[in-house]
């Protein structure tokens, strides 16, 4: 039971960075974290090493989001996307105002794109995990890739190489 | 290089292909600089999406979101949950034990209060040494012109020598499982100072079987019910024995009538 509990441990920042980047909020990504964790605390007794905890928590985390969403959508409150924040970001530098850009273009992607997206770019899983964990095909998944990278890039437009550079 | 598609290119930005098919890539993007120039647009865009949502992982994690803090919540909340079951077991378990140990007072059957009522009037005078009856068995006569006045039904004290029994005496009693009702207990001893005692009531608006037995703990209630009386038998002797007591008492209240079959129901 510890050792599940220091491996559910390791992957609190990866969890709380993919949370934030789903919902662009830090207190509603850290609600989502905290409703994982308990969640999968409770049911610790439970987990088969089949996959990795990671991709367990992963799953977890994305199938607490989506319910949240959708009780959001019922309770009446759509998401208008002209009222999507601006990102609170540092003082425009060269470069920031891309990524402003960027977070904007993320948070007008269809959930199941982004989903993809971030699991992959993000995250850095691998497309037979992304895919297990959001419940599709490694074919699906890709597509759904596909499609969220062009729309990213013809909302951004080409990015300017250069001020990308400068804030690596 | 007609068969590199761009999901091989995007595969190959997501380092998602073998040894093989990556070079095939990229000997694809070598002779195709569109293809090169399209690999690194997606490069940069993943780039960006990393810059801004990767410092996220190097923000030190609030107290909340401490798994070992969470578990030891999550016991708590199970062991305050389980406390509170086994406080809500514990009092369905008073309530049934309650509701057990009332039934044969609050049972809804008059002759099953009378056979309570009975029971309860044997232990509480059984006790008593002096004050065991009210009007003692020497004066027979009396003692049962008095008591056939008051049930106002002829009562005679059933001669119980044949079963090694002396009558000790007997005294009214209030029946509450009858309105107004009346009840003559009498009370009998045996040589060795075993008591029983015989609670007797008019059967007018008693209902119910005309045979039953029920234990009490040590107690053994033998209840039986003709046109005129009913009688129940209390003492801590062995059902047998009272069923012998009984037959004699039978014959001598109710000379006429059939003798009780056999009045047993499984104890």
């Known amino acids: 039971m510890a050792d599940i509990l220091d491996e559910i ?5 990866a969890l709380r960075r993919y949370a934030r980047a789903l919902t662009h909020d830090i207190d509603r990504a850290d609600d989502l ?15 088969r090493p089949r996959g990795t905890v990671r991709a367990w928590l992963f799953t977890i985390l ?4 989506r319910n949240d969403r959708r009780r959001r959508r019922r309770h009446g409150a759509a998401l208008d996307l002209a009222s999507v924040p601006e990102p609170a970001l540092p003082a425009p530098q060269p470069g920031h105002m891309a990524l402003a850009e960027l977070a904007r273009a993320i948070e007008t992607l269809p959930l199941d794109q982004k989903e993809a997206l971030l699991l992959v770019t993000l995250e850095g899983l691998a497309y037979a995990e992304a895919a297990r964990i959001l419940g599709v095909p490694a074919g699906t998944l890709m597509s759904r890739l596909g499609r969220a990278r062009a729309a990213l890039r013809g909302l951004t437009g080409a990015a300017p190489e250069p001020h990308l550079r400068t804030v690596k | 290089m007609s068969d590199i598609s761009r999901d091989d290119l995007m595969a190959h930005l997501d380092g998602q292909l073998d040894p093989a098919r990556r070079r095939a890539v990229e000997a694809h993007l070598a002779a195709h600089p569109e293809a090169a120039a399209e690999l690194a647009l997606l490069r940069r865009q993943a780039d960006a999406l990393r810059t801004l949502y990767g410092p996220v992982e190097a923000e030190p994690v609030p107290p909340r979101l401490d798994p070992p803090r969470l578990a030891l919540a999550a016991g708590r909340r199970r062991r305050q949950g389980l406390a509170r079951a086994a406080a809500v077991v514990l009092l369905l378990a008073i309530g049934m034990a309650a509701g057990w140990l009332l039934r044969p ?3 809804p059957e008059p002759h099953e209060r009378l056979i309570a009522d009975a029971v309860s009037a044997h232990t509480v005078y059984v006790a008593e040494n002096r004050h065991a009856v009210e009007v003692a068995g020497t004066d027979g006569a009396h003692l049962s012109s008095w008591l056939s006045s008051r049930l106002e039904s002829r009562l005679a004290m059933p001669e119980l020598a ?6 000790l005496g007997g005294r009214l009693l209030p029946a509450p499982a009858i309105a107004g009702g009346r009840a003559a207990q009498l009370m009998y001893e045996d040589a060795a100072g075993e008591r029983v005692t015989l609670y007797i009531t008019p059967a007018a608006g008693i209902g119910g079987p005309a045979y039953e037995i029920v234990r009490f703990g040590a107690d053994t209630a033998l209840y039986w019910a003709d046109a005129v009386f009913t009688c129940t038998i209390v003492g801590s002797q062995p059902p047998e024995r009272l069923e012998a007591i009984a037959r004699s008492v039978f014959a001598q209240l109710d000379p006429e009538g059939t003798p009780p079959a056999r009045p047993y129901r499984d104890l």
């Open chain 2, 105 to 107: 007072l609050g049972g």
């Open chain 1, 9 to 13: 441990e390791a992957c609190v920042p």
């Open chain 1, 33 to 47: 974290v905290q409703d994982c964790l308990e969640r999968a605390i409770a049911r610790r007794g439970l987990f």
């Open chain 2, 162 to 167: 044949g079963e090694g029994l002396a009558l």
């Open chain 1, 62 to 65: 994305t199938n607490i989001h």
